[in-house]
């Protein structure tokens, strides 16, 4: 059976307590997260917002399964003893697929996880020719397949798992941008012409770092697609369980940067975080230990 990643919790909204300026964190491997975190502070531009990094860790995809599932729970435990969260959003498509569940066993906060936006990519088709732009993990992974089986059967979806793409937009945020050539062969497999003369249209960007390169993706893609990024549906969701901001809200549009290792601070990386508003950042040391 499919887990509901966006679900949040099994309670409802009204069953646990949301003070009226929440403390939403927005977790994830490394940067791509920064992508869900503007959604989510433009939908609840009142809260308190926290960006855990783990960037001691990344890229997940090189760790196996149980490694990463103990790794951020152990992390986890940690920023939610510090940082006291109303809700969290696990901004990662690989720790959403894989840790969610033990995530919510564990804890009582609410989690609302990624999910691969092929639901919408199948409505928004017109040619019937879909590509799935991820990481090869979650290309590979079951729950992928399971959601195209189920909301784009209809349709010819192409696979396309990115080795470095993940890589090149932190390499972007940190003010090394990547040549024209090597992001154009990253995308290329994502273009598909059928016999028939059928295009494809529509591109799902299925890891939350993709939509930090979206104009150069745009502007190096051999013809025009929908490009559909999932952040503001997990911004809806967010509002969904803690409910809208209140009117006239005064809020200060600070974020608290954390980090688990913070190698890459560089002064460029440093202000473009702060370009986001994250202008406080804090390394809060937690080496990976590979076993």
Known sequence: MRIDLMAGATLSAAAFHVSPEPTILVFDSGLGGLTVLDAV???RPDGRYVYAADDA???YGRLAE???VARVLAVMERLLETHRPDLVVIACNTASTLVLPALRQRFATPFVGVVPPIKPAAAATRSGLISLLATPGTVARSYTHDLIATYAGSCAVTLVG???LAGFAEAELAGTPIDDAALAAEIAPCFVTDPDGRRTDVVCLACTH????LARLEALAPWPVTWIDPAPAIARRVVQLIGPARRNADHDGSVHGAFTAGISLSAP???SLAARGIGEIAVEA?????Q
Do not use: K
Not at 210 to 213: E, S
Not at 286 to 290: A, E, F, G, H, Q
């Open 286 to 290: 937690m080496p990976l230990t590979m």
């Open 210 to 213: 993709y939509p930090l390169l």
């Open 57 to 59: 860790a990344f890229p």
């Open 41 to 43: 502070r433009r939908a």
């Open 269 to 271: 990386l440093r202000a």
């Open 162 to 164: 990115s080795p470095n």
């Open 66 to 68: 149980a490694a990463l």
